[in-house]
Nanobody
Framework: QVQLLEAGGDLVPPGGSLNLTCLASGKTWTIGGMAWYRQAPGKEREMVARITRGRIPKDYLASVKGRFAISRDNDKNTIGLQMNSLRPEDTAVYYC?????????WGQGTRVNVSR
């Protein structure tokens, strides 16, 4: 079993920045790829970015390229999402995802609200 706990969501004005973190616990040595997803009100969940166990970022959502950066620290069992130049359309609940032994694990989500 793997547990994921996100933190860092907040209310931020347009153009602002936030750094989200996700702490994994449990059988962390079995975790392979990890990712950040988001779900805006009334919309389907979408992947924001993913990162390999080897800490290689991949597959950024087109609308966040150049603004967001995913990172990973295997020693601390964390991944992060640095979000810059935030826009109102980035408003969503952000979820941490991990793949482990053929199973998918999700965190509870952290809410990001980009508004004046």
């Amino acid at each position: 079993q793997v547990q994921l706990l996100e933190a860092g969501g907040d209310l931020v004005p347009p153009g602002g920045s936030l750094n989200l973190t996700c702490l994994a616990s449990g059988k962390t040595w079995t975790i392979g790829g990890m990712a950040w997803y988001r779900q805006a009100p009334g919309k389907e969940r979408e992947m924001v970015a993913r990162i390999t166990r080897g800490r290689i970022p991949k597959d950024y959502l087109a609308s966040v390229k150049g603004r967001f950066a995913i990172s990973r620290d295997n020693d601390k069992n964390t991944i992060g999402l640095q979000m810059n130049s935030l826009r109102p359309e980035d408003t969503a609940v952000y979820y941490c995802y991990a793949s482990s032994e053929g199973l998918d694990y999700w965190g509870q989500g952290t809410r990001v609200n980009v508004s004046r």
